[in-house]
């Protein structure tokens, strides 16, 4: 089979490219620079999805996409509109017209419950245009990544955590490697949706609880109302337990 993974050079991306080359497809890497692209897949195609002219082509004879381009934190003048909404439609769209059998696209767990976060917004925007296509698709849902849990002992090193709401947001992390193995049983099966986390559920107190006890340091923790929390914070992102 061949696969084309979206937003490759990313946290998640890198793994999924991994994954599926262990179970013996053939996969192209979606690059903006393929220089930054080196060994990760068995072949690597510059473009930028954001410009959709970029895409001609690049689909033909590929059987599933799987996409997890998107921003967390906005860059190159770029928002969340155009890139976790408008750049996975301008790859849906080339999809369509190359005839790929399938999309996969990763989302964020209980996006229903987050319809003021832009970022949550706007992917949520296009799993809508990707359930109204024609084309067979598998929505994978996933909790925090370990990569995110990063944040927080960085902070403890720093001396002090701080948290929006009273830390008990509930959230079971998953590291990028099992999320992509899952990703893949989800798309080899043909399932339209798969709701994915690790399998610790641990509030935010106790993680950072756990960050500070890692580093030897008396914990300090400072508590934020939920309002002070900004698009690209924790308690934005998919903290929530499966």
Known sequence: MNVLVAG?????????????????HHVTALVRDAAQAG?????????????????EGIMDGVDLIVSSLGITR??????YREVDFQANLNLLREAEAAGVGRFAYVHVLNADAMTDVPLVDAKSAFVD????????????????????MGEILTMAR?????????????LNPI?????????????????GWAEIGGPDVMTQGEIACAAFAALGIKPRITYLPDACA?????SCRSCRAT
């Open 175 to 191: 590291h990028g490697a099992d999320l992509a193995v899952a990703i893949a049983d989800a798309t080899d099966a043909g399932r």
């Open 8 to 24: 490759a050079t990313g946290y998640l991306g890198r793994f999924l490219c991994a994954e599926y080359a262990r179970r013996g």
């Open 230 to 234: 900004g698009p690209g914070s924790p």
């Open 158 to 170: 720093n001396g002090r955590v701080w948290l929006f709401g009273g830390g008990a947001h509930r």
């Open 129 to 148: 245009a990707l359930h109204a296509s024609d084309m067979p698709a598998t929505v994978i849902a996933p909790t925090g990544y370990f990569s995110d």
């Open 39 to 55: 060994s990760l897949a068995d072949l690597s195609v510059e473009a930028e999805a954001t410009r959709p002219e970029t895409l």
């Open 74 to 79: 906005q860059a190159d003048g770029l928002g």
